[in-house]
């Protein structure tokens, strides 16, 4: 065979690939870049509501390999949370997808491509970004950067082109800022993010909008509410870029991270603002501050129920505790409930259910912990104002210092209520299930 015969084969081979990429790339999947901190990574318990009726066209991609739920770094899957990796929580693109979906025509799908690492600078999420530098690092930061080879940008690059195989890119969901309060230089490094993104993909510069999410307001309590003066002033070279605001969304009580309920409003508002950019008008929004849902559950033949006449209100602090109104008066810092030596097995048990009689006002926590010693960290949960928990056992995790581990159920040890100690918390009833007490289908 000559050298010009050789050549035009090639050429033809190389054409037909590219042509059969085009070909099973379709344009009706539209798929989001979505990177940040650990609000964007899931910092509230996912509930048993955000499993339920996850449509099929919302898809996530999977950034790293999961154990629980089995997923494969770079394939597709159902947008079942955790989303991003395994034991994070819910995060703004569980309800921005969704709310996306009920906007758009049937035959459109919606996938995501999430890397976030709790605690990191806008810096770490740079082209340009040194991972020699981990080494100055706290350790479990250096584990959150371990699951990207260290190197997050590089690991959204090699995902997304993935993606845009099988689909569209979009536009790109931003939630960072916490770790880069008040320096007024985030938005030039952010707006080189976008840059380097869409030249590494191929991408004409300025063709797809960039959402940047508001961090949890002063007024809400928020300990880097001040940046959001950052935030809200986009450069004027950066037209793509827009802000989704976090007004009056309640955060969990550490002053940075929002509660499960604020991030689907959250997510919600995303996809509105990201609809805004399609023409979409006055969409439809399920989830909005007016539509809670809160069971009022109850214990069935079988279920574990921790009983309040073994109540301890001074596991840890001196405490009261009256079984007749359900009273809980913690000492400072206080902790009652159940302790055991010989731990209860809950693990064949789908939910735990928490109810108060009423909305707490002592930055109430429920805790559980799989061993005796009290100083081990628990999982906890806030009931940030509410007076219900219904939180899903087999996803319970703990957030060590060197990253996040499940809770071993099988062997629970103490279950209770921490609090400042200022303002009692009535308690109504504890206890294990299988029924979801959010599973409304039989209750129409």
Not at 107 to 125: F, M, N, W
Not at 411 to 419: D, I, M, N, S
């Amino acid at each position: 065979m000559n050298y010009i015969k050789k050549l035009f084969l090639a050429a033809a081979a190389t054409l037909a690939s590219v042509g059969a990429m085009q070909a099973e790339q379709d344009p009706n999947f539209h798929i989001y870049l979505c990177l940040g901190q650990s609000n964007m990574e899931g910092n509230a318990q996912i509930e048993p509501i955000d499993r339920q009726n996850v449509p099929e066209r919302f898809k996530v991609m999977a950034c790293v390999d999961y154990s629980n739920p089995q997923r494969k770094q770079g394939e597709w899957y159902t947008a079942v949370p955790p989303l991003v990796r395994e034991y994070t929580g819910l995060t703004p693109m569980d309800y921005f997808g969704r709310t996306m979906l009920d906007n758009l025509p049937e035959d459109v799908k919606i996938g995501v491509v999430p890397v976030a690492v709790g605690g990191c600078k806008i810096e770490h999420l740079d082209k340009d970004y040194d991972p020699s530098t981990l080494s100055s690092e706290a350790d479990w930061f250096r584990n959150f950067m371990k699951a990207y080879d260290n190197v997050p940008y590089a690991r959204l690059v090699e995902c997304a082109k993935k993606a845009q195989e099988d689909g569209v890119i979009k536009g790109i969901l931003l939630h960072q800022g916490e770790s880069n309060t008040g320096n007024p230089e985030w938005w030039n490094k952010v707006h080189k993010v976008y840059n380097d993104l869409l030249s590494d993909l191929n991408l004409e510069p300025n063709s797809i909008p960039l959402l940047a999410g508001e961090v949890v307001t002063s007024e809400m309590g928020g300990v880097c509410g001040a940046h959001n003066a950052v935030i809200d002033n986009i450069p004027a070279d950066f037209a793509m870029a827009h802000v989704v605001s976090a007004a009056d969304l309640p955060q969990k009580g550490d002053g940075l991270h929002f509660t499960a309920h604020a991030y689907r409003i959250l997510g919600c508002r995303y996809a509105t603002e990201m609809l805004a950019t399609m023409g979409v008008k006055d969409p439809v929004v399920a989830y909005s501050e007016e539509s809670i849902f809160v069971p009022s559950p109850t214990p069935a033949e079988g279920d574990y129920i921790f009983n309040l006449k073994d109540f301890n209100p001074s596991i840890f602090a001196e405490g009261t505790f009256d079984e007749e109104t359900g009273s809980f008066k913690g000492g400072q810092w206080g902790f009652g409930g159940w302790e055991s030596s010989d731990p209860v097995d809950l693990s064949k048990y789908k939910y735990l259910v928490a109810e108060l009689y009423e909305d707490e006002r002592d930055n109430a926590h429920l805790r559980v912990f799989d061993t005796m010693d009290y100083k081990a960290v628990p999982y906890s949960s806030a009931f940030s104002g509410g007076k219900l928990i219904v939180a899903e056992l087999d996803g319970m995790m703990k957030n060590l210092e060197t990253g996040i581990e499940p809770l071993n159920t099988a062997k629970v040890y103490r279950v209770g209520f921490w609090g400042f100690g200022r303002n009692p918390i009535r308690i109504k009833q504890v206890f294990a299930t299988n029924n979801n007490p959010y599973d409304i289908s039989d209750k129409k």
